[in-house]
């Protein structure tokens, strides 16, 4: 009983370890354009809407995403 308690332990800190350690994490990767951003959030589109702000695309944004 000991023997497992010890063989899960090791592995327990082995995963958190492992997880704690992944300073990449905090990345997002993928590909878009920036049309809006702020101090919390980015907006990223898969097209450009050069001039435009999220308000005056969101209805065509919306009708070609759903259609």
């Known amino acids: 009983m000991n023997r497992y308690l010890?063989?899960?332990i090791i592995i327990f800190l082995f995963v958190v370890s492992t997880a704690c350690?992944?300073?990449s994490s905090d990345l997002v990767r993928g590909e878009g354009y920036i049309l809006?951003?702020?101090?919390?959030?980015i907006?990223?589109?898969d097209r450009k809407f050069e001039g435009e702000t999220w308000a005056?695309?969101?209805l065509e944004y919306?009708?070609?995403r759903s259609g």
């Open 62 to 64: 919306r009708d070609r």
């Open 56 to 58: 005056d695309i969101f």
């Open 6 to 8: 010890s063989i899960l």
């Open 36 to 41: 809006e951003k702020n101090d919390h959030q």
């Open 21 to 23: 350690g992944n300073s």
């Open 43 to 45: 907006l990223v589109l």
